[in-house]
């Protein structure tokens, strides 16, 4: 639970892996409990509004189950979009900020290097569906930074990894302190939209690194239609930072 000041950061998501790494990194983030701000409770979400008068929201809280989607798609669509869409509600009533942490899913996947102002979809799954949705919910408040990431927990969780599949995701302990770093510098990111990645490389090149006995897969081993290559640009990030005396960067 954090700080019951108002007027500060308010946080959706605050017990899931990134919302957790970022309330360590950012002590001064207010992250109220999911009995206290379920974001698929229109009412709740209004009265926690209420209660912190927030200056941002940070919203990480998401279902990012992509191949349980498939089965659980209301489940998904509740939290994703539904949730989302009563956040934007609320926050229409306030003067602040909007941060929504979106994923690189949000396009096709099969050219990768996407820029933040490269044409969106269509979707390959329907999870990728949901967060497209619920980034254009988020469009509509005035004030408002969407920022595309992806990351996994450290070590690689699964046994398998796909050669098939590039990207720009990183482990957790690598995205999240830039994504801290961002927040931190909120009033200096004049865009409404970023990529925040690194390098692009294989699922199983990612792997590797804190995983050698993984093995290689191939997309068509999946349960859920995957991309290609969702790697990101993340040139626009890097020009920021070059800028910042961060000392937070690899």
Request: with cysteine; glycine share 8%.
């Amino acid at each position: 639970m954090g700080s019951a000041e108002t007027g500060g950061i308010l946080l959706t998501g605050g017990a899931g892996r990134l919302g957790t790494a970022l309330r360590g990194l950012l002590p001064e983030l207010t992250a109220p409990s999911r009995a206290e701000l379920d974001i698929t409770d229109l009412s709740g979400v209004e009265q926690a509004f209420a209660n912190y008068q927030p200056k941002v929201v940070v919203h990480t809280a998401a279902y990012t189950n992509v191949a349980q989607a498939e089965i659980e798609k209301a489940l998904c669509w509740r939290v994703n979009v539904e949730g989302t869409r009563n956040l934007v509600r609320a926050a229409l009533g306030y003067d602040l900020r909007f941060v929504h942490i979106s994923t690189d899913y949000v396009f096709w996947g099969d050219v990768g290097g996407y820029r933040e102002d490269d044409p969106v979809g269509p979707v390959r799954n329907y999870y990728a569906l949901s967060k497209l949705v619920a980034e254009e919910l988020v469009r509509l408040l005035p004030d408002h930074l969407i920022i595309r990431t992806s990351f996994r927990p450290s070590p690689w969780p699964y046994p398998t990894a796909y050669t098939d599949l590039f990207t720009s995701q990183d482990y957790l302990e690598v995205i999240a302190p830039q994504i801290a770093l961002a927040l931190r510098n909120l009033h200096r990111i004049p865009h409404s939209t970023l990529h925040i990645a690194t390098e692009r490389k294989s699922a199983y090149e990612l792997a590797l690194r804190t995983r050698p006995d993984v093995q290689p897969a191939r997309r068509q081993e999946a349960l859920v239609v995957l991309p290609e290559d969702v790697s990101l640009d993340i040139g626009r990030w890097r020009g920021l930072i070059a800028n910042w005396d961060s000392g937070l960067l690899p």
